[in-house]
């Protein structure tokens, strides 16, 4: 048993987030789910300028915990309240105003793509495996994957995954742009750490604004998010980050 199934910690200005559940392929159960909510709570609160997002053991995530499901008295009621409550923690951390780096290895199923469609940028080992798996148990996509994956890859592949099983391989799942990077095993980790790092160490407050303006460009007209874009990067320009970085760049010039 792990009594931390989500462990927390902030070091060097990163919060590390870690799925602690690897007798159970850090799948979800109610539990776990509100403890989820409650690390995004505790980072949004934080000082951190970035987020590193892991699994423990040999996979990263496979969704939903089953098991909890079937032992569940009401299951209806059970599975809408575990999906409402762990949509609102994923929703919770694609709005940080912080970049969210995932590391995940060995298979990422069912709900866990919705853990990587809510990350910013994702590495993947070389061996993992990347599927929808609900229609193999009889379930339907939830926690948003039926919202953000189309907007990933494309509704046609979406639909395909959604609807064949079809099972992608990390090189796949970088082509089809559900990742960013695909590594060795043996490099995961610190090719994690050096790019989490990198952007925490940099002018973050603008990397939060950028990461806001594209994920909310889907909700709005085109007109709407320029102006967006035009109070943001005003705004941006009057910050002590953005006047020594260009006072920097222009005495290179």
């Known amino acids: 048993m792990f009594d931390e199934v989500v462990l927390f910690d902030v070091r060097d200005s990163i919060a590390r987030i870690t799925l602690n559940r690897p007798d159970r392929s850090n ?15 505790r980072t949004a609160a934080s000082q951190a300028r970035a987020v590193l997002l892991t699994g423990n053991g040999p996979r990263f995530c496979a969704g939903g915990d089953v098991a ?8 209806a009621a059970y599975l809408r309240e575990l999906a409402r409550t ?7 951390m694609s709005e940080l105003p912080i970049p969210v780096i995932a590391a995940v ?6 709900a866990g793509l919705a853990v990587v469609l809510n990350a910013d940028v994702v590495v993947a080992s070389r061996s993992t495996k990347f599927l929808t798996a609900y229609a193999g148990i ?3 996509p939830d926690c948003g994957v039926s919202y953000l ?10 639909l395909e995954l959604a609807l064949t099983g079809r099972v992608l391989s990390a090189d796949e799942a970088l082509e089809w742009g559900l ?3 695909v590594v060795e095993a043996d490099d995961l980790a610190t090719v994690a750490d050096e790019l989490v790092a990198r952007v925490a160490s940099g002018a973050v407050a603008a990397l939060g604004d950028a990461k806001r303006l594209i994920r909310s460009s889907f ?10 874009e035009v109070d943001s990067i005003a705004r941006a320009v009057t910050r002590d980050e953005a006047i020594s970085l260009i006072e920097a760049f222009t005495k290179r010039g």
Do not use: H, K, N, W
């Open 68 to 75: 909890s499901m079937v032992v569940a008295d009401d299951r």
């Open 27 to 41: 799948s979800f159960d109610l539990d776990a789910a509100r403890e989820f909510c409650a690390v995004v709570e």
């Open 179 to 181: 990742i960013a990077q």
């Open 138 to 140: 009889g379930l339907t």
């Open 105 to 110: 290895q060995g298979a990422v199923a069912g």
């Open 86 to 92: 762990l949509e609102a923690g994923l929703r919770a």
């Open 219 to 228: 909700e709005m007209p085109r007109v709407q998010s320029a102006a967006a």
């Open 149 to 158: 994956l189309p907007r990933a890859v494309g509704q046609q592949r979406a």
